[in-house]
């Protein structure tokens, strides 16, 4: 069993930073954590197993790392005026991503996400089986893509936006697309009209 902590003291988000850092490869200040909230799920030997940052404050990790600098201000125009939580930091543990406590921990993820206060969600990665699962639901908008350089590579970025009230619904139609399909099946994702310059070519 997986249970979900929401979490501030120092040493807990250092631990935290470094196994995001780990399995991600990216990496996250502090001083971000410790102005976000951050929520980990232990197992039952209270050892850290993944977790998840949201927060509402302006500047945008999700915009910052995943946008190249020719884009930011046309995405911050876009945004602007609606209220918006940004997820930030999601990864879980390579043992728990399979099986029933897999689906757990993206329960667990929805229901925090989905008991926000803001009317939207912005959402970011390079992972492109993060991005499937961010792009499936039907309600999800791919915001920009872009190749961007991240440790002296070129790598897609993906930002997704979609309504906080579908995200739940979301979660769903994606373990039905991964139950069905084994992940495997192509993921079309639904694109937001604004013109973007390229980078990384």
């Not at 780990?22 to 799920?41: C, H, I, K, M, W």
């Not at 921990?105 to 969600?121: D, N």
Request: aromatic share 16%; proline share 2%.
């Amino acid at each position: 069993m997986l249970f979900l902590r929401k979490i501030n003291k120092d040493h807990l988000l250092n631990e935290f930073r470094e196994k995001y850092v780990s399995v991600s490869g990216l990496n996250v200040p502090q001083d971000f954590l410790e102005t976000r909230s951050v929520y980990v799920a232990y197992n039952l030997k209270n050892r850290m197993c993944g977790g998840f940052v949201l927060g509402n404050k302006n500047p945008y990790r999700t915009i910052e790392v995943f946008a190249g600098e020719q884009n930011k201000k046309k995405l911050y125009d876009y945004i602007k005026g609606t209220s918006y939580c940004e997820i930030n930091c999601l990864w879980l543990s390579v043992n728990y991503r399979k099986g029933i406590l897999c689906y757990w921990f993206w329960i667990m993820f929805a229901l925090k996400v989905s008991m926000q206060r803001e009317s939207m969600l912005i959402y970011g990665t390079i992972a492109k089986s993060l991005a499937d699962i961010y792009g499936y639901p039907r309600k999800s908008k791919l915001l920009q893509t872009e190749q961007l350089l991240f440790n002296n590579k070129f790598r897609t970025s993906w930002i997704f936006i979609g309504a906080r009230a579908d995200f739940f619904v979301g979660v769903f139609e994606t373990f039905v697309y991964k139950f069905r399909n084994n992940g495997t099946k192509p993921v079309k994702y639904k694109r937001v009209n604004i013109k973007m310059s390229v980078s990384g070519n």
